[in-house]
């Protein structure tokens, strides 16, 4: 199989990839040696993939940083001490790397939701599938939390707002789409009546902005909200290419709590 | 002092007021019958300026979310959400905002952050953010410990191995250490830092210095720009004598949850 029948993954899920999406290092004409699944391509998940014999890596952000979306172009950053040091790795290794991002969003949502054991979301009329509200009974923030953290993968979380409040509307957003950077991320569910914000990542300015309207959030960390669905994608691609080795790559929160 | 004086601070600093600062929202003409300065201009904010009986918000971050550097748009925010709510407070209480934000940055946040940390006599490369800090040999995770003892404040994010020697820091204070931020965390790299004290951050950021084989302590957003807003306070009482300036520090807004680190819910905030 050449990695640019991965393609073909696309077509059977009819996945439509956005411009930011695709084969971004590497030839798309490589024979797959195996396929390693990730969140991002740091150092650790490359020297995975070339340890597991994967020359083919399927991230769902980017190797580059600073990341596309701050305005940051590549080519400013092919000196510097992250990008360079990442680029050399996925080269040495003759690494292709495929970045589907936006295009999975649906899969990353549902996965996460299931995880969670929330039930089938309501959708507006009209309105943003990835914005869906999550009916549940009636239970203090703090035990969300608590399934929260049973559930994934029982890291330190952050928590704001008041954690004994019961609340029945759930508003969920994986990755970062709760950080300021995405105008659009949280404001909508805040708006549409959720109670309680469960959030893969966000920064200050977003929890201030639900404590103001007295909703409380729980983050539950970027990488750790994209696992479910990124183990489920490595998956999907075994059923899809039966004898090809899949693997996936469990990026670790990378900070603690000193 | 009328309201609109307050300009005649900036002046008299030689600071110019980029497009992002100055009046945002209250009346421009009046007396000011007290200025509170804060770090952001949230409900709890605007209700202790006006419980303190003032009714000039000097504030160093936006009214608005989402803000304007995620993309936000003032203009779409009018018809519900944050923004509305806390204009209509802002305009319920009698309050006038003026925002201080990258003038501030050079006058004052940065350097009071590196004193609140203890840090002096800066190498300074650039513009003057560009700058790193040598310091006697200490682990990151002392260094850590240290952080949080000098700024009081509970446990925070570390990314690193805590047993690394740190010698040299850097401080990419407030929000510059964001993933949305495109250069300052390269730049900052170029110095070679052994370790980045942050301001806030995110995943991507701590992953990018845990490649270049750099350590990141955060601090806050609000917890390391809070010093430099406390002496802007003191400054500008120092420049109106006479006009009561009440300082308001904004809580860190998010705590710890961790079944296993002792408590349920453990306030990690100043």
Redesign the interface.
């Known amino acids: 199989m050449q990695a640019r029948e991965i393609l073909g993954f696309c077509d059977v899920h009819g996945l439509a990839l956005g411009s930011h999406e695709g084969f971004r290092v590497g030839s798309p004409d490589v024979e797959v040696t195996g396929i390693l699944v990730t969140w991002l391509p740091c150092r650790a998940a490359i020297a995975a993939a070339a340890a597991a014999g994967c020359n083919l890596l399927i991230a769902r952000d980017q190797f580059n940083f600073p990341p596309d979306y701050s305005g940051a172009l590549i080519d400013h950053h092919l000196s510097d001490r992250v990008t360079l040091p990442r680029l050399r790795a996925i080269l040495a290794a003759n690494i292709t790397v495929f970045r589907g991002h936006s295009s999975l969003d649906p899969l990353l949502h549902a996965a996460l939701a299931a995880k969670l054991e929330l039930p089938a979301p309501q959708i507006a009329p009209g309105g943003d599938p990835m914005r869906p509200l999550y009916p549940i009974e009636p239970v203090p923030v703090l035990s969300l939390a608590q399934r929260a953290w049973e559930r994934l993968d029982r890291g330190a979380m952050r928590v704001c707002g008041d954690m004994t409040r019961r609340v029945r509307r759930v508003g969920l957003l994986h990755g970062n789409l709760a950080c300021a950077h995405n105008p659009d991320g949280l404001l909508p569910l805040l708006e549409r009546g959720a109670d309680v914000i469960l959030a893969g990542e966000l920064d200050e300015y977003p929890m201030r902005g639900a404590t103001d309207l007295g909703i409380p959030v729980i983050e539950l960390g970027h990488a750790a909200s994209l696992a479910p669905g990124l183990r489920h994608l490595a998956d999907l691609l075994r059923s899809l290419f039966p004898g090809l080795c899949v693997e996936y790559f469990e990026p670790v929160r990378p900070w603690q709590a000193v | 002092m009328k309201i609109r004086d307050t300009a005649r601070f900036w002046e008299a600093h030689g600071l110019r007021l980029g497009s992002d600062e100055g009046f945002r929202c209250g009346p421009a003409d009046g007396k000011v019958r007290g200025v509170m300065v804060c770090w ?1 201009p ?2 709890d904010a605007l209700d202790a300026a006006a419980a303190a009986g003032c009714n000039l918000v000097i504030t160093h ?2 009214l608005n ?3 304007v ?5 003032m203009e779409r ?1 009018l018809t ?3 923004t509305l ?2 204009i209509r407070r802002v305009l319920d209480l009698g309050l006038t905002i003026w925002r201080g934000h990258s003038s501030l940055d050079r006058l004052c946040i940065l350097d009071d952050f590196a004193s609140a940390l203890g840090l002096a006599n800066p190498t300074i490369h650039g513009d003057y953010w560009e700058r790193t800090y040598d310091i006697l040999p200490v682990t990151l ?1 002392e260094l ?2 240290r952080v ?1 003892e000098r700024l009081g404040m509970g ?5 690193g191995d ?1 047993a690394m020697s740190v010698r040299r820091v850097a401080l990419p204070w407030g ?1 510059v250490a ?6 300052a ?2 730049d900052l ?2 110095y070679e830092p052994d370790a980045l004290i942050t301001g ?1 951050t ?7 210095a ?5 350590g ?3 601090t ?3 917890e390391s720009e809070s010093p430099g807003m406390r002496r802007f306070a003191a400054l500008f009482a120092e420049f109106f004598p006479g006009v009561r300036v009440e300082f308001y520090l ?1 809580p860190r ?9 002792g408590a ?2 453990g306030d ?1 905030g100043a």
Not at chain 2, 155 to 159: D, G, S
Not at chain 2, 178 to 183: D, F, L, R, V
Not at chain 2, 202 to 208: H, R, V, W
């Open positions: 952001k949230t409900f971050e936006e979310f989402p803000p550097y995620g993309g936000g748009q925010q519900g959400g944050v709510a806390r995770g850590a410990r949080c446990p925070l994010r570390v990314a805590l929000g964001i993933s949305a931020n495109p250069h965390i390269q790299l170029r806030e995110e995943e991507i950021p701590m992953l990018a845990l490649d270049a084989g750099v990141l302590i955060e806050g957003h609000s904004n807004p998010w705590s710890y949850f961790s079944p296993i680190a349920e819910v990690a």
